[in-house]
């Protein structure tokens, strides 16, 4: 059974560029988190969605980033314009919701570097 | 005041030793708690979760729940070198249906 499929691995930009991640959930799953990872905030809750609508994008930087879920098997994070300091490793996981905990299961995630 | 807190380590134990790793959270009406490992360049993985007060064991993994002192541990039992990684608290905070992660304790099994 696939897991969570995120992509691109590795993204390089310039700063004002835009950039656009795409994560696939896996199948079934009804919620999508989007998490940003480095050295100094570690792990952060950027947005989440429950049967493709956005319910909590308290962790949104800026208005520079939007996400979309079109639908239960697609979401983008959209960085426009980047700039150097969002270099990180961007993380989606994806969950199936019911009364009890919110087991999370990561993709592989995306390094993406702005210079 | 973070919302969940770990310390960073390292944390080293000899092979075959218990590793012990621990967290604490700020929100008292979270419900569900959960271990993660993350490899160096990997994604976390997820271990164990546990949502009642006590103990639940897991092969070599035994997750401990205090709700009371706000408080979650993770031991390893018989550590070995393949466990060395780091290892994430993470919390679902009451109203709120996805993941608050502490920064993560790394720990090193030294063979």
């Known amino acids: 059974d696939a897991g969570v499929i995120q992509s691109p691995r590795h993204e390089v930009t310039e700063m004002g560029q835009e950039v656009t991640l795409r994560c696939k959930p896996i199948s079934g799953h009804n919620s999508l988190f989007w998490y940003r990872q480095t050295m100094m905030r570690g792990l952060e809750l950027l947005i989440y969605f429950n049967n493709n609508v956005p319910i909590d994008d308290s962790g949104m930087p800026e208005d520079r980033f939007s996400a979309k879920m079109p639908n239960a098997s697609f979401s983008t994070l959209k960085i426009q314009p980047s700039e150097p300091r969002d270099s990180a490793v961007y993380f989606c996981a994806s969950s199936l919701a019911w009364t009890g905990g919110v087991e999370a299961f990561f993709g592989q995630g995306t390094r993406l570097t702005v210079v | 005041q973070k919302e969940v807190e770990q310390n960073s380590g390292p944390l080293s134990v000899p092979e075959g030793a218990i590793a012990s790793l621990n967290c604490t959270y700020s929100d008292r009406g979270s419900q569900s708690f959960f271990w993660y490992r993350q490899y160096s360049g990997k994604s976390p993985e997820l271990i164990m979760s546990?949502?009642?007060?006590g103990d639940k064991e897991d092969g070599r993994f035994t997750a401990q729940l205090n709700k009371a002192s706000q408080y979650v541990s993770l031991l390893i039992r018989d550590s070995q070198p393949s466990d060395s990684a780091t290892y994430l608290c993470?919390?679902?905070?009451?109203?709120?249906?996805?993941?608050?992660f502490g920064s993560g304790t790394r720990l090193q099994v030294q063979p």
């Open positions: 993470a919390v679902e905070q009451a109203g709120r249906r996805a993941l608050t």
């Open positions: 546990i949502y009642s007060n």
